[in-house]
Each structure stands twice: as C-alpha cells, then as structure tokens.
C-alpha cells in the first residue's frame, strides 16, 4: 500500500479561529479522504504553534500565564475536527515537550554539525506581527504593511542560520520539480526572490527577553526562534527525535504541505533550506493557497468581520459550509465569503441542485417498488452504456481535478453529472415508465455521486449511500429526509 503524508500549516493560537484559518484543513481534508477512498495508507497533521511573543503579550493581556492561553486557544482548533468533521490523524502542539521539543532540537543540532548556525549582534526592525527582523521593504511610512505597526528597534545577540548557502540548492530543486510549488504563479514568486538569493536569517532570541519557547541546544541563554521551531513540527509528529522513528522513516517526506499564501517563504525557502542542511529529503509539493475575505474586506478584528466557523456551523451545517469554500473559491486566488452569496449557493446547487435530485431519484424509487409490491426493493441489472460512459467519465475529470487542486473545479465536475442526472429524469419520466432499467440507471447515478462526494461532503454523502443498501442481487430503498430544507 502507498503511503501518503500531508500537512497543514499549523495556525498560530494567540486568537481564537476564524473562517479563514479552516481553509488549510478543509483542502487538506479533500486530499485526505480521496486518497483513503482510492487505497492509499494517509496519515494527515495539523496542530497548533504555540510559542513566540505575541503569545506572552496576548496571554499578559488575558492575565493568564502563557501555558493556560495556548491551552485554551488550542483546545478551540482541536475542536474544529468536530465541527467542520475533518479526518485527520494526529494533532501536534509545539509546546509538547515530550513530542515536539526533541525533534525540533535535533534539527537544530543537525544544523550545528553541518557548521551552518553562527552567532552575532544584530540591530533591526522586529515586527511582532511577523514574529521577525524586517527590512524598509517590508514596510510603508515606517509601518508593517501587514499588521499596521511600527516595528520596534532591537539591538541583540542571536544565533543565525545560513540560508544563503542553500538558495542555489533550492533554487535548482524547484525548477526540475523535484520540489512543486503550486500554483505556478507561487513557484514563480519564490523562484524570483531566489534569484536574488536569500539572507541568512536569525534563528534565536535571548532567553531573558524571550523564555517561552524551545531552548536552544547547549545555550541556555537563546531560545529557538517561534517558525524556527514551528516548521521542525512536520517530522516531530513522526517521532523524529524520539526513540522510535518508524513513522519518520514511513511517511517522510512529506507528499503535500498545504499552507497560506503568507507562508510560502517560510515553506518554500527556509524550511527546504533547513531540511538540505539537515541532510533529509524535501517535501515533494507545497500548495500555496489564498486567503478569504469577508464582504470584500480583510478579515480583521479592527474591521468587525471576524466569522466564528463554529457559529457558522451551528446555524447552516458543516457540509453547506465546506461546499461553499470549496466551490465557490478558488484555491488559487483571494476568495470573499458573505452570508448572501452563502444562502445563494445553499439554495441553488444544494437544495434545488443536490437535494432536489436525490430526493426526486429516492421518491421516484420507492414508490416504484412499493407499487409493484417489492417494499422498495430494485432488482440489480445491467446499467445502460450511456450512465456507466457519464459516470466514467466524470470520475476520470474528478481525478484530474483534484490532482492539481482544483477543488471548485473538481466540485463542478460532480455538479455535472448531477445535472445528467436530472436531465435522464426528465427524458426518460420514470413515473409515465414502468421501464426499471431507468430507476436502476437513476440510483447508479445517485449512488457515484455520493461515492464522489465523500472527500468534499461527506455527512451528506453517508446519508444518501444510507438510503441505497446493497444485499445481493437487491437494492433496498428509502427515502431520506430533506438533505437541504431550503433558506429564507
């Protein structure tokens, strides 16, 4: 059996999540699930990163110690499996200092060995948004142009890893693919700032200034760095480090790592660099996607427009919720959510699409048996050519789709069969014909549909595979409840 490894990035708990942080987990999800259905040994991570200033300030702020606050915010992200009914396998919080801080540390004295950490003064810029030293680029009028704050002029002693010895590495890994950086416009993004060739980068902070973190090896007066720690959680959770690393040695390297467009540089630069100085093989993609937006604003508490996922769940359901940011964003691109465009998309292609014809194939169905007193039973039979060539058909685009993360594509390629589906009712009226070949055709339809739905919505897709049972040379069938009792 093959394995299949993917990570998410892991969302930085010093806030409780919002709609835009699940968008990781959900594409990952997707991936998880479909390899699983096609046979594939998946293990699937996510976690939290839980160290760094902005964690001391905002649990300063809270009057709780930093433990108790990333105790609180990670347990909130954790809960998230639940709520949006995500399937992965492992959970790694990179406070766990049994799990996470040995590996991290073993990288760090891989790193050492090589002769590739070096310690200087330094005086910069340091952006607490970012977590790091910034130059006059990254900001505009003395400001961060990501988090609108003047950074703050730091003059310390800190450990610095040579990233610049691996640009060319990198650089060249990426261009024969041995590294994919999707989409390619991020391939193209990282491969300029290569180009230019990176800067080593600061890999500490003094302990006195900075205590709740991993300490580095062997200097007790620098703690690791909060990304610098954070990226070691991919092979950590695997038990590197550990006594055992059996699921290190299985799973690694890693096949996918979906992560924020904020991240790339992180992933694609400074995580492939540590990985080559650390001698082990690099990831074999990095998925790059957008952000959400929420009414064409940028998510932020300043703005008002933060949208608790949990509360979004609770009021639609997690599948209408996944649907939406699956089908109608594009991985690729900036995507906007609002609650109009939301019910818009509920009531046409769930409840009026999906729902009305898996209700109208189910009643169909039933009531056809139950007329020729069968109890809702069909005899199996051969299903025309025309329905096994559409339901091919689809599931070679499907396949397609999904392999190059085109997930609102992938949807619409199922939406398309749906469509067939309703098209054949309407051609053929079962209900004027007392042809069975057309409700086994009808089901056969209903039952691939819900067979292909099973990574992007699965509740749904379980509750229509519940109301077609196969024993045998008999199909027993039922109806189910409204899928999508519609909105408004």
């Not at 105790?71 to 709520?83: C, G, P, Q």
């Amino acid at each position: 059996m093959s394995k299949f490894y993917i990570t998410t990035s892991i969302p930085y708990v010093n806030s409780s999540p919002h709609l835009g942080n699940v968008l990781d987990s959900i594409y990952a999800d997707v991936l998880a699930r479909y390899k699983r259905q096609n046979g594939f040994d998946v293990r699937f991570l996510t976690g939290s990163d839980e160290h760094g200033a902005k964690i001391v300030r905002s649990a300063e702020a809270a009057g709780i110690t930093p433990k108790e606050f990333v105790d609180r915010n990670s347990a909130k992200f954790r809960e998230l499996k639940e709520t949006l009914n995500l399937s992965w396998d492992d959970f790694i919080r990179t406070s766990d200092q049994t799990r996470h801080w040995p590996g991290a540390q073993k990288m760090w004295q891989a790193l050492a060995e090589k002769g590739d950490l070096y310690k200087k003064s330094y005086q910069g810029l340091y952006c607490v948004g970012h977590e790091a030293f910034v130059t006059d680029k990254d900001l505009e009028n003395g400001i961060c142009k990501d988090h609108q704050k003047k950074p703050e002029i730091i003059s310390e002693e800190n450990w610095f890893f040579k990233l610049s010895k691996y640009s060319k590495e990198i650089e060249s890994r990426i261009k024969n693919q041995e590294l994919r950086i999707i989409p390619e416009g991020k391939k193209h993004e990282i491969l300029s700032l290569l180009k230019e060739g990176l800067e080593d980068v600061s890999f500490s902070r003094p302990s006195k200034d900075l205590s709740w973190g991993v300490p580095v090896p062997g200097d007790p007066t620098q703690t690791m760095y909060v990304w610098a720690d954070a990226l070691a959680n991919y092979i950590s959770a695997l038990g590197y480090g550990s006594s055992d690393e059996k699921d290190f040695k299985k799973y690694w390297p890693a096949d996918v790592q979906v992560i924020g467009k904020d991240n790339l540089r992180f992933h694609a630069a400074i995580w492939p660099g540590m990985l080559l100085s650390a001698g082990l093989p690099l990831p074999k993609t990095i998925f790059a996607h957008g952000f959400l937006t929420v009414d064409g604003q940028k998510i932020s508490k300043t703005v008002g427009n933060i949208i608790d996922p949990v509360e979004l769940v609770k009021k639609y359901g997690a599948d209408p919720v996944r649907y939406y940011l699956l089908r109608e964003i594009s991985p690729f691109e900036d995507g906007d959510f609002s609650y109009e465009k939301f019910e818009g998309a509920y009531n046409g292609d769930l409840a009026n699409g999906l729902g009305n014809f898996a209700a109208r194939v189910l009643a169909l169905a039933e009531k056809s048996t139950a007329k020729a007193g069968q109890a809702g039973d069909l005899s199996v039979g051969r299903v025309s050519g025309e329905i096994e060539a559409a339901i091919e058909k689809t599931k070679e685009e499907l396949a397609i789709k999904i392999g190059e993360y085109k997930f609102h594509e992938a949807m619409g390629v199922i939406w398309g069969l749906i469509s067939f589906g309703d098209a054949y009712v309407n051609e053929k009226k079962p209900w004027q014909n007392s042809d069975p070949t057309v409700l086994l055709d009808l089901i056969t339809i209903l039952d691939n549909v819900a067979q292909l739905l099973r990574p992007f919505i699965p509740e749904t897709a379980e509750k229509i595979t519940k109301c077609i049972v196969r024993e045998g040379k008999i199909i027993r069938i039922s109806k189910s409840r409204i899928l999508f009792p519609r909105l408004g």
